[in-house]
Nanobody, 123 residues
Framework: VQLQASGGGLVQPGGSLRLSCVTS????????IGWFRQAPGKEREGVAC????????DYADSVEGRFFISRDNTKNTVYLQMNGLEPEDTAVYFCATRWGVCRLRVMRSYDYWGQGTQVTVSS
């Protein structure tokens, strides 16, 4: 099982970025994919999650309405579209997977993690 996150970078406040999580070694059909982030000096937190089995999604309150998670089956890739970025969104972003449905607030339930991609929101 492998996950590889990419797409981070430097963006001005109000801007957008799209992160990608390319997966391999397992079928997305039976797993949930979550996006998490960790800012300097802060604990890692869940941002968004997609349950592949039923298509349901879950978002942290802080990103609801600004971030959108989606999946491209043909590319085994899960995306995180981030709009209206704020300096508070600056963090290293990780994708991770767990069997079954989303449990965005239970990080220990995610078995496999990709490496992080840095997102910096600054003018």
């Amino acid at each position: 099982v492998q996950l590889q996150a990419s797409g981070g970078g430097l963006v001005q406040p109000g801007g957008s970025l799209r992160l990608s999580c390319v997966t391999s070694g397992f079928s997305l059909d039976y797993y949930a994919i979550g996006w998490f982030r960790q800012a300097p000096g802060k604990e890692r937190e869940g941002v968004a999650c997609l349950s592949s089995s039923n298509g349901s999604t879950d978002y942290a309150d802080s990103v609801e309405g600004r971030f959108f998670i989606s999946r491209d089956n043909t590319k085994n890739t899960v995306y995180l579209q981030m709009n209206g970025l704020e300096p508070e969104d600056t963090a290293v972003y990780f994708c991770a997977t767990r069997w079954g449905v989303c449990r965005l607030r239970v990080m220990r339930s995610y078995d496999y993690w990709g490496q992080g991609t840095q997102v910096t929101v600054s003018s």
